[in-house]
């Protein structure tokens, strides 16, 4: 069965630094979404990506934030400056038209 | 908006009784709504969704869920839970006017199962 992947499993990064996130979607699908849960709470929406744009975004989906999908596979989120609140899992999920989002494992994303 | 309300933070059953897990949304029509599961360290693994036809669902691993409209609930049942059912559980809401838009979560009922 065809599944979501993410990379890496988990990311250790200073203050300070920049992150990328990398999300392998299903091959078929059209939209994509990067989900985050910080330690304890419930999943919150980030960003959807839609026809290489972007489609929706959260009020947590600041300046700080981007996506990118650099060739026909790859659906990056990039944190550019990271702070300790950043810490948090951050899903991928991906959806072929309506209905079922499949969602990656996560990244857990550690900042000191 | 959407809103998803689960009451139950934490819930202790012994293994071999039933369990409901309660799940209330707010939304003005009738959403999409799921149920996903998450071990610990782990993904969101989807146990089971409603989106029209018949208000009982089943899913996978033996749960099952019925909306009821008139409650705005979609709560979540297993009539004999087993110890690997220790997990937290997650109920979502999508919006029906685009089967795209993102999912919005309750916070999580988290289960443990004693012998």
């Known amino acids: 069965e065809p599944e979501v992947t993410q990379t890496p499993s988990h990311q250790v990064t200073q203050m300070g630094q920049e992150v990328i996130l990398r999300c392998v979607p299903i091959?078929?699908?059209?939209?994509f979404y990067w989900y985050r849960q910080i330690l304890g709470q419930k999943v919150e929406f980030l960003v959807s990506f839609y026809n290489n744009e972007i489609s929706e975004k959260s009020e947590i989906f600041d300046d700080q934030f981007s996506v990118e999908r650099p060739d026909g596979s790859n659906f990056t989120l990039k944190i550019r400056s990271t702070k300790l609140e950043d810490s948090a899992m951050y899903f991928c999920a991906s959806l072929q038209g309506v209905y079922e989002q499949y969602f990656g494992p996560g990244t857990r994303l550690t900042v000191t | 908006a959407q809103s998803v309300t689960q009451p139950d933070i934490h819930i202790t059953v012994s293994e071999g009784a039933s369990l409901e897990l309660r799940c209330n949304y707010s939304?003005?029509?009738?959403?999409?709504l799921f149920w996903y599961v998450q071990s610990p360290g782990q993904g969101l693994q989807l146990l089971l969704k409603?989106?029209?036809?018949?208000?009982l669902v089943q899913g996978i691993k033996g749960f099952e869920a019925e909306f009821k409209r008139s409650q705005s609930s979609f709560n979540l049942r297993k009539p004999s839970v087993h110890w690997s059912d220790a997990a937290e559980y997650f109920c979502?809401?999508?919006?029906?006017?685009?089967?795209?838009?993102?999912?919005?979560f309750g916070k999580g009922t988290r289960l443990s199962v004693i012998a």
């Open positions: 979502a809401v999508g919006a029906r006017n685009s089967g795209n838009t993102p999912l919005v």
């Open positions: 939304y003005g029509a009738t959403p999409y």
């Open positions: 409603y989106f029209s036809g018949d208000t």
């Open positions: 091959s078929n699908h059209l939209y």
